[in-house]
């Protein structure tokens, strides 16, 4: 499995204590201009004192090619970038939401693009990060789907038509997921005792970070007698919502609105 970069390698270390955040679900969306507000400001003061900042995934509701310059994204990539150029390391996980997020992105940005499932070095600690959506093995309609928009081969022809098409195919596709939410159990859409397991033992870590369900909790469990923790990020609709490592310590925070 891939690691990512430490980036405490390249920062010399500071007085105070690195502080890590992680974010996902954030789904950006010029539908929601509180949301996105909040998000700047976030960028603009919390993440700004931070060693890095992870976003794991759905950053935006929708994200159609990196060409797409409609709405308010301007405003969120110039964001990003003075967060990066003010030495803040911003890394990114694809959601099932973004996952054509791609190069010019990155370059316009300053955001490192992590595979998922991915290992985070903090301080020595090794945790997993993923966005969640892969872990949700009880949705097989969901899966499906997921193996076909991630083959190279969908993705080309997606990308090869023009921009209108993919935005009007987008918003199909958000009504399309909106309806198969609201008819499928909610413990289908959960992650799966299993392949949480699997990812744990896989990995050989004892902590994992992710997003997409929205249910932000500390889950406490033993694994073969092994305690681990999993750590479910929460999603920005309603309100803010990060997770903070400090000193070895997590914390999950929420930003009222
Ligand atoms: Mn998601």
Do not use: K
Not at 25 to 33: C, S, T
Not at 46 to 67: H, N, P, S, T
């Amino acid at each position: 499995m891939t690691t990512a970069p430490d980036p405490a390698m390249s920062r010399a270390p500071g007085p105070a204590p690195a502080r890590h955040l992680f974010v996902s679900d954030v789904h950006l969306d010029d539908g929601a201009p509180e949301a996105q507000r909040q998000f700047l400001d976030f960028l603009r003061t919390e993440a700004a004192g931070a060693r890095a900042l992870y976003i794991l995934g759905d950053l935006f509701e929708a994200w159609v090619g990196d060409d797409d310059g409609s709405g308010d994204r301007a405003s969120v990539l110039a964001a990003l970038r003075d967060l990066t150029g003010s030495g803040v390391a911003c890394f990114l996980l694809h959601g099932n939401r973004d996952f054509l997020i791609g190069d010019d992105f990155c370059r316009r940005t300053g955001c490192q693009l992590l595979p998922d499932p991915v290992i985070a070095e903090l301080d020595g600690e090794r945790v997993l990060l993923t966005h969640g959506d892969a872990l949700c093995t009880d949705d097989h309609a969901y899966q499906e789907l997921r193996t076909t928009v991630r083959t190279p081969i969908w993705q080309r022809r997606f990308l090869s038509l023009p921009l209108p098409d993919r935005q009007l195919l987008a918003s199909e596709a958000r009504a399309g997921s909106r309806a198969h939410t609201t008819r499928t159990i909610p413990q289908i859409m959960d992650v799966n005792a299993a392949a949480v397991a699997a990812a744990f033992a896989a990995a050989r870590v004892s902590r994992m970070i992710h997003g997409h369900t929205h249910r932000p909790a500390v889950h406490d469990a033993l694994l073969e007698g092994r305690p681990v923790q999993r750590i479910v990020l929460g999603a920005w609709y309603e309100q803010g919502s990060y997770l903070i490592r400090e000193a070895g310590r997590y914390e999950l925070r929420t930003l009222p609105r």
